[in-house]
């Protein structure tokens, strides 16, 4: 007997991290921007078993369902606000401005996302403006890899995506099936079109390899499998090779320009921390994981609807340049979501959280840095 119908039969396995596409440029003087690289940036775990710049992952899909292991969609990410929009080509689900109607922006006030709006696809003007694009979150096992749980792979290469469901459906078409098989995954070059120039190019694409005879995938596609349920794929984030169809270098540094000018917006100058007793809560800067004092009053927690803007408890300096390192540009919708509260500014936000919200969103902010790095 089920205890509880619909949750207690469920099961999950944890997600143990996100491995890149590309590598943050840093140049004096401009915002950071992703650069596409020819391996697998990956984290330590990772590069203990296959180096510093793999190739080549051994990988197992956990499950049929493409919606799960192999999700794919237009998406839109604000430049302030993380993801705003993701469709089909027919539909879209759409964060909307609900003082003027339009999409959410940097100066939007209030939010609501709505469901079943048209979505034109690649006639869309944010796609011709490269402001959307088509992503595929890949997640997967790496079974040499310590650790029981799914890694994540983000791509907006349309040839990536068109290799990964291709090799997918011929391994399907052979076997009937493809999770639990043991497969490859890798980055490998491929010549296309620069759309500005018309000439060609060599970029670094996802295929789905098996590394056996035919005879030796139908032997191993009939050993036993374990049926397991995950959850949706993060896809608060773009991914670090969505700009390469954007054509030139400084059309990717333009737009990653913009990414820290909203920051600066969200950020003003004038921000500071008041504080009449300090609590010690263990944390980490962007340069180094030292312990850091965070500041924060002693006083009773208040209901979530009476909660008024304050004076930030938190170091702010501290959670600009957390926030800087990680690229969380969704931060303040994150805030909205899990503590219901509003504001212009993250400062604001914060400023209006219990000092218990404000502990737990500093451990929520330290555990991405640790993952981060």
Not at 110 to 126: F, I, K, S
Not at 198 to 209: A, P, S
Request: glycine fraction near 6%.
């Amino acid at each position: 007997m089920c205890p509880i119908k619909g949750l207690s039969e469920t099961r999950r396995l944890p997600r143990l991290g996100k491995i890149h596409l590309g590598v943050k440029v840093e140049k004096p003087g401009k915002a950071p921007y992703p650069r596409a690289t020819d391996y697998f940036v990956c984290p330590p775990e990772v590069t203990a078993v296959y180096g510093k710049e793999p190739k080549r992952l051994d990988v197992i899909i956990p499950v049929e369902d493409e919606e799960i292991w192999a999700n794919q969609y237009y998406r839109q990410y604000s430049r302030s606000r993380g993801l705003v929009c993701k469709g089909d080509g027919e539909f879209c689900r759409r964060m909307i401005d609900t003082k003027t109607g339009d999409i959410a922006g940097r100066e939007t006030l209030a939010v609501d996302w709505r469901e079943g709006l048209p979505c034109p696809g690649r006639n869309c003007p944010d796609y011709k403006s490269n402001a959307c694009q088509e992503v595929m979150n890949l997640q997967f096992l790496l079974p040499k890899v310590a650790g029981l749980g799914v890694w994540q792979i983000d791509t907006g290469s349309i040839n990536s995506i068109l290799n990964i469901n291709s090799d997918a459906e011929m391994i399907r078409a052979m076997c009937g099936h493809v999770a639990w098989i043991p497969l490859t995954l890798s980055l490998e070059p491929t010549e296309v079109i620069n759309p500005d120039d018309g000439k060609k190019k060599t970029v670094h694409c996802l295929r789905l390899r098996y590394n056996g005879t035919a005879e030796d995938l139908l032997k191993a596609s009939e050993q036993p499998r374990l049926q397991v349920l995950l959850g949706k794929p993060v896809d608060d984030e773009p991914p670090d090779d969505r700009l390469l169809s954007m054509g030139t270098p400084e059309k990717k540094e333009e737009f990653h320009a913009k990414v820290q000018d909203d920051v600066d917006v969200l950020w003003p100058q004038d921000d500071s921390v008041n504080s009449s007793t300090t609590v010690t809560i263990s944390v980490g800067t962007p340069e180094k994981t030292e312990p850091k004092e965070v500041k924060l009053k002693k006083e009773k927690p208040s209901k979530p609807e009476e909660v008024t803007a304050t004076e930030s408890k938190i170091d702010l300096q501290w959670l600009k340049e957390a926030l800087e390192q990680l690229q969380w540009t969704d931060c303040g919708e994150y805030l909205m979501n899990k503590y219901k509260v509003k504001g212009s500014r993250i400062s604001e936000m914060v400023g209006k959280l219990t000092p218990e919200q404000q502990a737990e969103f500093v451990s929520e902010v330290q555990r991405r840095l640790d993952a981060d790095r």
